[in-house]
Each structure stands twice: as structure tokens, then as C-alpha cells.
């Protein structure tokens, strides 16, 4: 499994173009490069799992980069589900989760950004790191899954 890099947020017109590539280079190229680096470690049984995000399916204003991003693993994996096989590639596609990214935040500002978000999404909360480790789980365990995007993300893409 290999989870999200980080992250460049901004309007496409305002944001730097070294903000995008060094966005690219952690979040795309650092799980191409693990993927290469692990290679020769796996066998015809192994399976590999990787995080996009729900951007790639449906970005908000200043989510560009992201969006890129994260269109360009769901089609890195499909390519490598077709390369790699029999090894099993997918990818997970969370939302908004509540984990330590965000604690750098006032707790009554995170909560507030939590609240909005939960008030929108059709299952009224929002992630947490156990609802996404459990398509983690599925995906390694599954044996017939490759090539597969699993969009987790509480119904943010329908809103």
C-alpha cells in the first residue's frame, strides 16, 4: 500500500508552476518510484495498492493540480495492472479523512471544517482512518480486484 503525498492547492492562474511539479514529484512520482523500488520483492501472488483521491473525480475551485494528480495514478494503475500481471494493481480514492494532517488546525476550526463537510455528504460525517483502511484490507485480500479505482469517499463525488 502507498498513501497520498502532498498536496498543491490554489487557482490554476495563481499557483506556481514549481508548487505543481514539486506536488507531482510527492504525491505521482513518489508512488511510481515505490512501486519500481518493490518490484523485484514481489511475486505472481502479490498485490499493490495505491491512494488517489476524490478530486480526480470531482476537484472544487483551486483543486487543479490535485485533480491531475490524481487522474494520472487511477491511470498509472491501470497501466500497471495490464504490465504487472499477474500482480494485482488498484487504487484506493478516499475524501476528506479525519487524520493528524489536520492538527495543525485550531480544534474548533477543524471541527467547524469537519461539520461543514459531514452536513454535505449523503452519509452526514466524514472518513476515518479505519472506514479507508478497510478497502485496503479488501483490495490486498481479493485476489480477482486489479485495475481497480475504489472511490471511498462518503458520497462527496454525487454532491
Given at each position: 500500500m502507498v498513501t497520498a503525498g502532498e498536496g498543491a492547492m490554489g487557482h490554476?492562474?495563481?499557483?506556481?508552476?514549481?508548487?505543481?511539479?514539486?506536488?507531482?514529484?510527492?504525491?505521482?512520482?513518489?508512488?511510481?518510484?515505490?512501486?519500481?523500488s518493490?518490484?523485484?520483492?514481489?511475486?505472481?501472488?502479490?498485490?499493490?495498492?495505491?491512494?488517489?483521491?476524490?478530486?480526480?473525480?470531482?476537484?472544487?475551485?483551486?483543486?487543479?493540480?490535485?485533480a491531475a494528480i490524481n487522474s494520472a495514478i487511477e491511470g498509472?494503475?491501470?497501466?500497471?495492472?495490464?504490465?504487472?500481471?499477474?500482480?494485482?494493481?488498484?487504487?484506493?480514492?478516499?475524501?476528506?479523512?479525519?487524520?493528524?494532517?489536520?492538527?495543525?488546525?485550531?480544534?474548533?476550526?477543524?471541527?467547524?471544517?469537519?461539520?461543514g463537510i459531514a452536513q454535505q455528504l449523503p452519509v452526514g460525517r466524514i472518513a476515518k482512518p479505519e472506514d479507508i483502511a478497510e478497502t485496503y484490507v479488501y483490495l490486498a485480500k481479493n485476489g480477482f480486484t486489479t485495475g481497480t479505482a475504489v472511490l471511498i469517499d462518503g458520497g462527496a463525488h454525487l454532491v
Open positions: 490554476f492562474s495563481e499557483l506556481p508552476v514549481a508548487s505543481a511539479k514539486e506536488a507531482f514529484d510527492s504525491k505521482f512520482w513518489g508512488q511510481y518510484i515505490t512501486v519500481r518493490a518490484l523485484p520483492y514481489l511475486n505472481n501472488e502479490s498485490s499493490i495498492t495505491l491512494t488517489s483521491g476524490v478530486y480526480g473525480v470531482r476537484p472544487p475551485q483551486g483543486a487543479t493540480t490535485l498509472l494503475v491501470r497501466g500497471l495492472s495490464v504490465d504487472l500481471a499477474p500482480i494485482r494493481v488498484n487504487v484506493v480514492s478516499p475524501g476528506i479523512v479525519d487524520t493528524p494532517i489536520y492538527a495543525g488546525m485550531p480544534d474548533d476550526q477543524r471541527q467547524a471544517l469537519f461539520n
